[in-house]
């Protein structure tokens, strides 16, 4: 099968299925060749119904949840929204075509360099990427209206909710125990509310449990 009957396939068979309708949305996926941001030796994954792992700690959320985190958090072109976890760029290029900027961080220094050299070849020209510590949150220093973790944490994710602005929205997916939900954070004057909105999974991005090794 062509990648361009690939990417018509997913679309129609993994997002508008799933009620994904927005034509914004859809033309959004429809503008990025996911291949574009596979090496050679995973071209053939592209637009499957499932994670593409890189690495141990680095992947690509299937279209259809990175899709529901879009349609959920409704992106809206004069939003400067904050990605975490960059994959290889792929996420961060569909977000570029829905808003006015795009800063997506990275802990993984060779993931960092690849997404980078990715977004350049796709001429993607509203994006920064920021080599960062997830917990630490080292060189971030903005507020965002809006936030997406690609993958899936093991707590609140506190630090990055202290990053919203008042009445901003983050989203991911939340593993508590052997459950895995995606979970809306919207932030208030005074803490945040926190709603399930439905059962996915995905793999750890986040450990705010455990001891993490970072690649810097």
Known sequence: MQHSSRKLNMI????????????????????????????????NLSYIDDHIKFTKNSFILKPLIFAKFLNIIKPEFSDVILEVGSGSGYTTSVLANLVNYVYSIEQDKDIYDLSTKNIKKNKNTNVKFLLCNYRQLNNLDLKFNKIIINGAVNCDPLNFIDKLNVYGKLICI??????????????????????????ASAPILINYIDKEEFNF
């Not at 129609?12 to 033309?27: C, G, M, T, V, Y």
Request: a negative charge; proline letters at 3%; hydrophobic letters at 30%.
């Open 12 to 43: 129609e068979s993994q997002l508008r299925p799933n009620n994904i309708i927005d034509e914004n949305l859809i033309s959004a996926f429809e503008k990025v060749d996911q291949e574009d941001f596979l090496p050679d030796s995973l071209k």
């Open 174 to 199: 939340l593993k508590e125990g052997s459950s895995s939900n995606i979970y809306l954070f919207n932030k208030k004057t005074s803490g945040y509310e926190k709603l399930k909105i439905m059962n």
